[in-house]
């Protein structure tokens, strides 16, 4: 496996763990509302309200598209990188950018359009809580796993810089 698959699937892996732990845990620790139904939540996005009605087979098939949502924002910002190798410069600075990025997208574009629809405005601590998950729990990882797969493996010693230098003269 190559360093960038490995770093690929590091960022995407944490990225959308880091999402969907965040989710689970603050929807049961805010409301008591189970992770289980948190899942089938996501699945009706696709498959429409009887989701979350479903059982543990639909749950999993929302975990399913929650890792497949984080797959492709993933996919997206290492295709962009590879194109525009300064946006792994800063990739703390670029990575707070995406995830607000992802969360604009997420919640003002995709959700509205998918067959949960539009929804109110949450709550500010729901709101401020997700998009700081976003900007350093999402965005963050899958811009430090993009600027380690771009890294380049050639370093040079403070030795080897001297004896380069010297050969310049």
Avoid: E
Wanted: charged share 10%.
């Amino acid at each position: 496996m190559s360093k960038t698959t490995r770093w690929f699937l590091a960022g995407w892996l944490v990225a959308a763990t880091c999402d969907i732990v965040y989710a689970t845990t603050f929807s049961y620790l805010r409301a008591g509302v189970a992770p289980a139904r948190v899942l089938r939540y996501v699945a009706s996005g696709a498959l429409g309200a009887a989701a979350t009605q479903g059982g543990t087979g639909m749950a999993a098939i929302g975990l399913a598209f929650h890792y497949f949502n984080a797959l492709l924002f993933t996919i997206f910002f290492f295709a962009i990188a590879a194109k525009i190798p300064a946006l792994i410069k800063s990739p703390i600075v670029t990575g707070v950018i995406y995830g607000i990025g992802i969360y604009a997208v997420m919640n003002y574009v995709v959700v509205p359009l998918s067959r949960i629809g539009a929804r109110p405005t949450p709550a500010t601590i729901t709101w401020v809580t997700g998009l700081l998950v976003h900007m350093f729990l999402i965005g963050t990882p899958i811009v430090l796993a993009a600027s380690r797969a771009f890294a380049n493996d050639f370093v040079i010693t403070s030795g080897a810089r001297n004896l380069l230098l010297q050969a310049r003269r």
